[in-house]
């Protein structure tokens, strides 16, 4: 555990990307299996075990020091995790005793067997054993707020590093690995076979898109793209493979490989044939797509009544075929994927699945007229579910991740971004029981790390059922309140994206984030998407740059509401 | 004779009415007694000067020739009468020279510790716990976060950094006076040979170490070396210099540095540190409150730093205690960029 907490001690204070890579790579060459394996798992979020509530960990502190002098030191030090790392007294204990300090491997194999109530004990034990960095890294750890600036690709890429391996090759195994990756480690120092993926059905780590700005285009030749329509759905996996006795097993992924099949039984049927299609859930009524609104009403669901999935029947819109019974297609450029798909989907014939088609164009002024005018541009009567298109390389192969400069997004109004919960505040008047006024934030990058910083507040645009909701998930999901407001968890994988809809963008010295919002409202919640994939602060700094060479109409509301 | 009869805190600094003159005066005084040679305790233009010759040594370095009127030198355990009072001066060992200073009249001692380390300095004499009745303790880390380790491992880690990045230059910002000496004895202890560079601002105050005896290795100037022979090295420079201009001149550099403020990240980010290096010249939590206990006094004054806490504590004990509201300390080397951060 201590050197397990000496890496992420040096990572926290690295800036630099090859160094954090060197720092990585350095660690996994040097600690051996299984240690380094749960460290992997770790950093790229693997790791499953119920997360210690801070709660817990103050209960604990005062139970061994004054009062008085951990307030003062928490104010000081600001952190819950690294005061009670560095304030928790010395264990009492000769020092010939003690009992060597808990390796990582320990840590998390307890955790994941542990019972709550013996919880407190173990940590306390624990905090015992290690030394201050060692504490700092446990408490990170067991509640689940490890922040230290490495994302999970790059953690990735350093193991890869070990056996001078393209980390995409990683990526392509990975959803059939788990900790503590013994084969992969294995493969990587040249010690055994490439692990293969026995999964009949496994998730592929989905490949996303850039949002486009107007200044990309002049580098961009239109012959090189296939445009189609960006349908407002949900984006999915849907994946049907033959287990070792030949039978079909269908399943179902969200974009962040979680398993919703359960949600959507009337669409398993569709999944007959081998392969792995990436597309857009849609509910389909008479052949019309619905709005996302209508959509919303399948999610989330713990029962799936007959009744639901008649009103709503559910559809899944193809855009890409990843693999094709046996044969895996990510590799092909995608206009020839786009080929294996049509072949794919007619052969399946099944009403519930289609094509999304393609959107001609010659020339980027006619796909200016296209996004402007979807109707007429061949999305017909399905129009206004057309949330904008996207371009695709037709030589991109199908890669994890947001790759630059292979795929393209292009919404239709430029003024949505997609931000992150971070506090709520109860309304006044007949809202005074709700928290009903919403500061949310949009990642960028800081010293340490990926952070959130708030760029605005909004208090309508909801609908009575959605403020129902989102009160639900405040109560539900506080780590903090400061009187009337109350902190809602706000992680790359834990918290609320909402679409947030606004007029215009001005600089604001007033706020940390250096822009304000004017007119912003929630245009809708985003259950499925996780909130590290909400927008960043870059993408707002861009709006602003193009809002300052316009002279706009200045709107009266300021950004603040109230 | 109450204590507050003895030393009593004036704008000036600490004030020994019957003894006539200050410890450590802010402004010019007419007689001042010197604890160390900070320069937040060491001020010139002081009438007559009482400290030990490391001390004046280092006034004489750092302010000219003439930085007082008068000096008089005094070794740890010599005793003189000023005035009613008698000084005594003990051992601080917080950096070269360094003394705590016992004033006694009649039956009362109290010992003005200034600045003060329990933990081992190659460059400097430990420590002495003096017994006394009154103790004037610091509070610089005055908060149970601050605990610092082995210096030795820290010194570790830097060697262990440079290993790891061997094209890289690492650039340790250590206040000139104390610190990055100490830095450099543990670097020759941990066995690491190599010709160590300093920053020009550095130089006088490390060559009269040497001068004293005190065993460094090799030392160069970083000033006037090529980028390129400068990888795998490591330059000792004021920590102000650290994030400046001057750093242009390494390749790639990896900046540490050492100090007990490393102890909180916050700190650390706040600075750009990449290489936090816990090493400090005063002393900890853990020290401050056995030494205080050791001293056996039961009146504690606590000046400059996080007194709240430490009166706090000594209240938990039983002990009388309360802050001293001395103003002017804690901003050594007039160097350092961020509010509320002492030479440590």
């Known amino acids: ?562 | 004779m109450r204590p507050q009869d003895i030393l009593l805190p004036t704008a000036d600094g600490l004030c020994c009415k019957p003894g006539g003159f200050h410890i450590d005066p802010v402004r010019p005084v007419a007689r001042a007694v010197i604890t160390h040679g900070h320069s937040d305790h060491a001020r010139a233009g002081h009438g007559a000067v009482l400290a030990t010759q490391e001390t004046l040594d280092m006034m004489r370095l750092r302010h000219g020739e003439n930085f007082a009127g008068s000096t008089q030198a005094i070794s740890y355990g010599e005793e003189i009468r000023l005035g009613d009072v008698k000084v005594k001066f003990h051992p601080a060992g917080h950096v070269l020279g360094s003394a705590q200073i016992a004033v006694t009249s009649k039956d009362t001692c109290i010992v003005a510790s200034g600045d003060y380390k329990d933990a081992p300095d190659p460059t400097c004499v430990p420590f002495e716990l003096v017994p006394c009745d009154v103790f004037i303790t610091e509070a610089t880390f005055g908060l149970p976060v601050f605990r610092h380790g082995d210096a030795a491992d820290e010194v570790k880690k830097l060697l262990a950094s440079v290993a790891l990045f061997p094209e890289r230059a690492h650039l340790v910002g250590a206040y000139s006076l104390g610190k990055a000496q100490r830095v450099i004895a543990l670097l020759r202890r941990a066995g690491y040979d190599a010709p160590i560079y300093l920053h020009g601002a550095m130089e006088a105050i490390t060559h009269y170490y040497q001068s004293r005896g005190i065993a460094l290795g090799e030392l160069r100037p970083a000033l006037g070396v090529k980028k390129a022979a400068l990888s795998g090295t490591i330059t000792l420079a004021p920590p102000s210099a650290t994030a400046d201009l001057w750093t242009r001149r390494f390749p790639d550099p990896v900046t540490a540095f050492a100090s007990g403020w490393m102890r909180v990240r916050a700190r650390a980010r706040q600075r750009g540190i990449e290489l936090p290096l816990v090493i400090s010249d005063h002393a900890d939590w853990d020290g401050l409150t056995a030494t205080i206990a050791a001293t056996g006094a039961g009146e504690i004054w606590v000046t400059h730093g996080q007194e709240d806490a430490l009166v706090h504590w000594c209240k938990t004990q039983g002990l009388r205690a309360r802050p001293l509201d001395l103003v002017g300390y804690g901003e050594e080397e007039s160097e350092t960029p961020i509010q509320g951060e002492a030479e440590a």
């Open chain 1, 1 to 562: 555990m201590n050197r397990f907490a000496e890496l992420l001690d040096r990572l926290a204070y690295e800036p630099g990307r090859n160094n954090k890579l060197r720092l990585l790579s350095g660690y996994f060459r040097e600690v051996g299996d299984p240690d380094r394996g749960y460290a992997l798992a770790a950093l790229t979020g693997a790791l499953s075990f119920k997360h210690a509530k801070p709660a817990l960990i103050r209960d604990l502190i005062a139970s061994r020091t004054d009062e008085v002098l951990f307030g003062l030191s928490y104010d000081y030090v600001g952190d819950l995790s690294e005061t009670v790392a560095l304030m928790w007294p010395k264990a009492a204990m000769a020092a010939h005793n003690n009992p060597p300090p808990p390796t990582l491997t320990e840590v998390v194999t307890t955790l994941r067997t542990l019972g709550k109530t013996e919880l407190p004990k173990q940590l306390a034990r624990w905090l015992d054993e290690l030394d201050e960095t060692g504490r700092w890294a446990l408490l990170k750890l067991v509640t689940g707020a490890m922040r230290i600036g490495i994302s999970a690709r790059l953690a990735k890429t350093a193991a890869a590093a070990l056996g001078d391996k393209d980390p995409h090759e990683i990526e392509l195994i990975w959803p059939g690995l788990s900790p503590p990756y013994l084969d992969l480690f294995a493969w990587l120092e040249g010690r055994s076979q490439k692990p293969v993926n026995r999964d009949p059905a496994p998730f592929r780590p989905v490949m996303l898109a850039h949002a486009i700005e107007d200044s990309d285009f002049q580098s961009l030749d239109p012959a090189d793209y296939i445009a189609e329509w960006k349908w407002d759905g949900i984006r999915v996996q849907a994946v049907a493979g033959r287990d070792d006795s030949g039978h079909i097993t269908a399943r179902l992924y969200s974009r962040t490989g979680e398993d919703i099949t359960g949600s959507f039984p009337d669409l398993v049927p569709s999944l007959r044939l081998p392969g792995a299609i990436d597309g857009e859930l849609l509910i389909l009524r008479e052949g019309r797509v619905q709005s996302f609104n209508v959509l919303q009403q399948r999610l989330n669901r713990k029962v799936v009544s007959p009744k639901l999935i008649k009103e709503f029947p559910i559809h899944l819109r193809a855009y890409d075929l990843l693999g094709d019974d046996e044969n895996d297609l990510r590799e092909l450029p995608f206009a020839e994927r786009r080929e294996h798909l049509e072949r794919f989907i007619g052969k399946l014939g099944d009403s519930r699945i289609d094509l999304s088609p393609t959107v001609p164009f010659a020339s980027w002024d006619a796909l200016t007229a296209a996004r402007a005018d979807p109707a007429s541009a061949g999305a017909g009567e399905d129009a206004d579910a057309v949330e904008g298109v996207m371009l695709k390389r037709r030589d991109a192969p199908y890669l994890p991740g947001r790759p630059k400069g292979q795929w393209w997004k292009w919404k239709r109004d430029p003024h949505i971004i997609d931000a992150v919960l971070m506090y709520a505040q109860r309304g006044h008047g007949k809202r005074s029981s709700y928290y009903s006024d919403y500061t949310f934030g949009v990642w960028t990058e800081t010293e340490t790390g990926e952070e959130l910083v708030p760029v605005g507040k909004a208090y309508f645009g909801f609908t009575d059922e959605e403020l129902l909701q989102i009160d639900r998930f405040v109560r539900r999901n506080t780590t903090e309140k400061f009187g009337p407001v109350r902190h809602v968890v706000h992680e790359g994988d834990k918290g609320l994206v909402l679409e947030v809809a606004f007029e215009g963008l001005q600089r604001s010295p007033r706020h940390k984030s250096g822009v304000a919002m004017r007119f912003p409202r929630i245009n809708r919640l985003r259950w499925d998407k996780p909130p590290r994939e909400a927008d960043r602060l870059e993408t707002l700094e861009k709006m602003l740059k193009e809002d300052e060479s316009l002279p706009t109409i200045k709107v009266a509301a300021s950004a603040d509401g109230h």
